[in-house]
């Protein structure tokens, strides 16, 4: 920016920039915060969202009872929810250059969220609800951090926050129903 606010930009110092380094792909040299910290994050991402999905799977699964049709129908559209997601954010890890990390070893100990089974359809529910309002903290503390340093994964984690949000509000209206309040 110039002094008197007007945008300003070597357009010939950016063109010789970009022909510089290709092997980064889309990090180019005014990416704002460590790639490497972004890249911890985003597989910690990762990890939840697959916790997610393999506990909402579960759930879909083994949910009984006379009200659990309707239940497991959710559990199963969130469970393909989770898997986008974790999709979105390995691919947004390769675009960083990193290496996602899908590796089954110590994935609860990089996952936020945890992996409870719950006895019975109310608990279940519960559980997910929990691991919901899990995600919805810990999105928004990786928003807070990548804010205008990293915009297109800001976008990317305030897309799947909305989508988080929207899962904590089907569980808890499921809440109510099932446990009759």
């Known amino acids: 920016m110039s002094q008197n606010g007007a945008f300003v930009h070597d357009i010939q110092e950016i063109r010789r920039r970009a022909r510089e380094h290709l092997d980064d792909g889309a990090v180019t040299r005014n990416y704002g915060t460590d790639l490497e910290t972004a890249v911890k994050l985003l597989n910690e991402a990762v990890a939840t969202e697959l916790v997610c999905t393999l506990r909402y799977k579960y759930h879909a699964t083994m949910a009984t009872g006379l009200a659990s049709e309707g239940v497991k129908q959710e559990f199963a ?12 954010l390995i691919e947004r890890i390769n675009q960083l250059g990193g290496k996602p990390n899908l590796n089954p070893e110590g994935l609860l100990s990089r996952s936020a969220a945890e992996f409870v089974e719950g006895n019975t359809l109310v608990d279940m529910i519960r559980e997910d609800l929990v691991a919901e309002r899990i995600a919805i903290e810990t999105y928004r503390e990786m928003i807070r951090f990548f804010g205008d340093k990293d915009p297109t994964t800001r976008i990317l984690l305030e897309r799947i926050l909305a989508t988080e949000e929207e899962h904590a509000a089907d569980m808890q209206d499921l809440l109510a129903a099932h446990e009759g309040k």
């Open 77 to 88: 559209e969130h469970a393909r929810e989770e898997e986008e997601h974790m999709d979105w």
